[in-house]
């Protein structure tokens, strides 16, 4: 059992002002992982002024960019050599299936390359050519950034804003969900190993109450958020009455659009890993399922098929595709919105609000599908953030593009067709911010986030590192 009775606070473990520990249990088993510190106002308030004196005063702002790039790729080699211990850790506090967790260790090295790549190749400053006078625009850092995160990946959530904080010249305060303690503790040690200079990262679980004290607080000069809608717009109220820089990466129900041509014995088990990845506890999983009627009941017994050989299970067992829910409290959720489905006259096809035999003492969601969906029932307009696909018909490509656009979200979605050009064709018409075609990985060169209620701003690469500058125009004569 791990104990962590500190905080990670400016840099160095520090006590709590809160001596209680919360109880870090197992969403497989209910087994007690853990207990951990969590942080209140008052360590907020020291948090803050840790990072507001060491951007005020301290070194890390002034350094050259290359001494800034120099400390976060000793701080991802470091990520790098423990990636084994990190997916592990994951798998066990967040119930994430170990394939995810070990994969997903690729992807956290993908986007701190591409991280490093733009902060060698921006150019932070740069003189402007022509006019009468002359000009200079630099790129400076913001100030301190509260960046604040969920649970679903943490590792993931916490360096898309950390990287390119740090890269930038900010300093930071990480709030993480309780959910999390353990796992972000780890990255905690991590930092401390790195050798930042005092004061420039704390990193503190919290409940929401928390949260959004450090949000409010006056010495926070941007806010760089993941997590639910609803969340995000009351951050992005708070903000707005302070005129704090903002980031918000949100929800999403993105559309997988099969076309008429598609191939579904490439399609179904594309779609196993882009709609269900980490138990559904995803905010880019392609969850809406739109198939051509035509073809409609050849695809959704391929979906039953494919859902059906889904083994479901201990997150640490390499065989296991599903893991449990990561709380009681989201298991219930999931439950409630299959029982809604059926109560709004969805055809439930596989799955239902039955836990699985013998895993009652977890948190586990039987997958289910839903077939006969009318884009307008909530099971398909709603995040259920968990493994539960709904079936759509569609009559043209006319009718896909509208039913996939026919949401207050836009953060991802996919295409499938046999011809590439007529499914970039298709997924020109998709408001969301990403598109995948035939089941690509998304890369992290490019920008990431969402259109409409999915957010405000973009993460990963050149765009993604810009978010955390200031523009500044120096003007000669």
């Known amino acids: 059992m791990i104990t962590d009775d500190k905080l990670f606070l400016g840099g160095s473990w520090t006590k709590p002002s809160d001596p209680h520990l919360l109880d870090i249990t197992s969403p497989h088993d209910g087994s007690l992982l853990g207990r951990a510190a969590q942080a209140l106002p008052a360590d907020i308030d020291r948090a803050v002024a840790a990072a507001r004196k060491a951007f005020d005063e301290g070194p890390w702002p002034r350094l050259a960019p290359a001494d800034r790039i120099a400390a976060v790729r000793r701080l991802t080699e470091l990520r790098k050599a423990h990636a084994a211990e990190i997916a592990d850790l994951t798998s066990t506090e967040n119930g994430s299936a170990r394939w995810f967790t070990h994969a997903g260790q690729t992807g956290l090295t993908r986007q701190a390359d591409a991280y490093l790549k733009a902060a060698e190749e921006l150019a932070w400053e740069e003189a402007l050519p022509g006019g009468p006078q002359r000009s200079i625009v630099r790129r400076e850092p913001i100030g301190v950034v509260a960046a604040v995160i969920p649970w679903n990946s943490p590792f993931s959530a916490a360096l898309a804003k950390v990287l390119p904080a740090l890269l930038a010249g900010n300093t930071v305060v990480l709030k993480v969900s309780p959910e999390n303690s353990l796992t972000m503790n780890l990255l905690a040690r991590l930092l401390e190993e790195t050798g930042l200079p005092e ?85 880019i999983a392609q969850t809406r399922i739109l198939a051509p009627r035509d073809r409609y009941e050849e695809v959704v017994a391929a979906l039953k098929e494919m859902m059906e050989s889904l083994r479901v299970g201990d997150p640490a067992d390499e065989h296991t595709f599903i893991g449990p829910m990561v709380r009681r409290g989201q298991q219930q959720r999931v439950l409630d919105y299959i029982r809604l489905g059926v109560e709004e006259g969805a055809r439930l096809v596989t799955g239902g609000p039955e836990v699985p035999a013998g895993l009652e003492n977890g948190h586990y969601v039987t997958p289910t599908l839903f077939a006969d969906v009318d884009n307008s029932m909530r099971i398909a307009r709603e995040e259920i953030f968990g493994p539960v696909l709904v079936v759509i018909p569609y009559d043209t490509e006319d009718d896909a593009v509208r039913i996939a656009n026919e949401s207050e979200y836009g953060l991802s979605g996919g295409v499938w067709s046999a011809d590439e050009a007529r499914a970039l064709a298709f997924a020109r018409r998709i408001r969301t911010g990403t598109v995948t075609v035939n089941g690509a990985s998304i890369g992290f060169d490019g920008p990431f986030g969402g259109f409409k209620s999915s957010g405000i701003g973009r993460e990963y690469g050149a765009v993604g590192l810009t978010q955390y500058v200031e523009y500044k125009t120096v003007t000669l004569q």
């Open 199 to 283: 004061g420039v990262i704390s990193v503190l679980p919290a409940d929401r109450e928390t949260s959004e004290y450090l949000v409010r607080h006056p010495g926070v000069d941007k806010i760089a958020f993941t997590g639910s809608t609803a969340a995000g717009r009351r951050i992005a109220s708070l903000a707005g009455a302070q005129l704090k820089r903002v980031s918000l990466e949100l929800g999403g129900k993105s559309a997988a659009v099969l076309l008429p041509d598609a191939d579904l014995d490439a399609a179904v088990p594309g779609l196993k890993f882009g709609s269900l990845l980490n138990n559904g506890e995803a905010c």
